[in-house]
């Protein structure tokens, strides 16, 4: 296969499986989007932590401290921020970090912000340096510097403002910088789901698409999602399309198997990049230990998405392992895809 036809391949794929959010997402996850705490499935500890944190807030009649949400994409980083926002009952505005391209565009949402509102900064660790620098006393002393002209006529203005709650979002908490990390009071780290929580969710989508849906059909999608909500959502909705053209539009386990085997979704929920990565670290590197870099461009693909999307699961569940010299491949993993074989041929019943 050529890197034209492996990118395509990742292009659709990224239509399936990816954990970032796509159009149809957005419109259809306004309705399975949890508003209230008490429809935010699993993350325990952090839920049971927050409920105090904005308890003991709300008590105090005081914003909540600046809160940092850390974790891969698709486990409900975004939906916590909206969540909080609701339970505090104040105004949320959204951005994100590379849109705060100036320190002008900072100081315009600052501005704007009224006493309690959050701001949501989602992917804050891709923040400028220079915009970055204008956020610190935003948070510490809900003050503004401006600087107006250059040069001997530059002076500094202060603004005010009105105390507000930052959250931030990130899948990459290693590379914030440490005085804006320092900057939050509340830190919490999302996990993969296990499957008991992702078939509660599963169960409560089908329940708002009103879609029949049988227990161990939701068993089986939510082994699949790969630990994440965006996942097992969008994978309900592929094989609602399924069962409503080739089904009685009942999702039963037999549908859920042949839907995802169609979409090249495996047993372990790996896809067609994800096995491309494990095939190129096998068959380029001889299983490792090899930088995401150079797996990259061997696949034509941003290392990004290999760090953000493939590489966190596959170590999550034990099929990539770090070194000190890049990452390696796992017996298991080769077990997976039948590299003990001298063929390098899949494991029969992959899917
Ligand atoms: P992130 O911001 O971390 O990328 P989102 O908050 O956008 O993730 O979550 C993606 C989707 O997954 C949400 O729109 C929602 O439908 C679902 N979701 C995430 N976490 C949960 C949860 N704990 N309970 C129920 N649904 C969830």
């Known amino acids: 296969m050529d890197k034209s036809q492996i990118s395509k391949k990742s292009t659709e794929r990224e239509k399936i499986v990816t954990t970032q959010e796509t159009e149809e997402d957005v419109i259809l996850n306004i309705s399975l989007r949890p508003s209230k705490l008490s429809d935010f499935i699993g993350q325990k500890d952090l839920s049971d932590n927050l409920k105090v944190s904005m308890e003991a807030a709300r008590k105090r009649k005081e914003p909540l401290e600046h809160v940092l949400l850390s974790g891969p994409p698709g486990l409900g980083k975004t939906s916590l921020a909206n969540i909080i926002a609701h339970e505090m009952g104040t105004r949320i505005t959204t951005t994100s970090g590379p849109a705060i391209s100036r320190p002008g565009d900072l100081v315009g949402i600052l501005t704007n912000l009224e006493a309690g509102d959050i701001l949501f900064i989602d992917e804050i660790h891709r923040l400028s340096s220079t915009v970055e620098e204008y956020i610190y006393p935003a948070m510490e002393n809900f003050e503004i ?54 078939v509660k969710i599963i169960t409560r989508s089908a329940k708002i698409l009103s879609i029949s849906i049988e227990g161990s059909a939701a068993e089986e999608i939510s082994r699949r999602s790969r630990g994440s909500p965006r996942v097992a959502n969008r994978l309900l909705r592929r094989v609602r399309d399924w069962v409503q053209v080739k089904g009685d539009g009942k999702i039963g386990l037999e549908a859920v198997e042949s839907a995802l085997k169609s979409h090249g979704i495996d047993k372990m929920g790996l896809d067609n990049v994800d096995r491309k990565v494990i095939q190129a670290m096998q068959e380029s590197f001889d299983g490792g230990p090899v930088g995401i870099e150079s797996i990259a461009a061997t696949l034509n693909e941003e290392p990004d998405t290999i760090i953000d999307i493939v590489e966190p699961f596959l170590l999550k569940i034990g099929f990539l392992k770090r070194t000190p010299r890049g990452r390696e491949l796992t017996r298991k993993a080769c077990e997976h895809m039948g590299f003990s074989n001298s063929r390098r041929e899949p494991q029969k019943g992959l899917f």
């Open 145 to 198: 510097d401006v600087i107006m002209d250059k040069g001997p006529y530059a002076k500094t203005y202060k603004f005010n403002l009105k105390p507000f709650t930052l959250i931030g979002a990130t899948t990459r908490a290693g590379l914030l910088t440490a005085p804006l990390r320092s900057r939050f009071g509340i830190f919490h780290h999302l996990d993969f789901y296990e499957t008991p929580d992702l």
